[in-house]
């Protein structure tokens, strides 16, 4: 009988380990998951920069240099197919909205694609351009990259 106690002590003592061992894990997932999940993360600081303010001033440069023209009203839009953003240069998925603009300029008809949210971010600062009312736009007339 007492080897038969011993097992059950045995047992029991592995089964309390296991168990801080799942509880330690399960700590650990969670950490990890919120390391990896961005929207778990901290942020906010001044040396942060927001992806999109980033695309934004990009966008305006590039209007105001003339390497992008405004963005005009009409498009077409529909499941990606793997085209190349001119707004952001990724690549529009089929999981995404592509939009396909046509711009004329000097008799010549380009094709462009842009993602809806890199579109918007386009047309509100070709607007911003037209109405004078970019903020910073007086700070990169005049300034090169």
Known sequence: MSV??????????????????????RQLIACNRRRLNPWWGFSGGSDEQNPVDELRLSVRQRLVRGDLVPAPRRVWAGRGTGQRCVVCAREILASEVENEISVRSNGLEVTLWAHLPCLRVWRDESDALEHGASELLGDFRGATP
């Open 4 to 25: 038969l106690i011993r097992h059950i002590e045995s047992s029991r003592y592995l089964i309390s380990r296991n168990r801080a061992m799942i509880a330690a894990t």
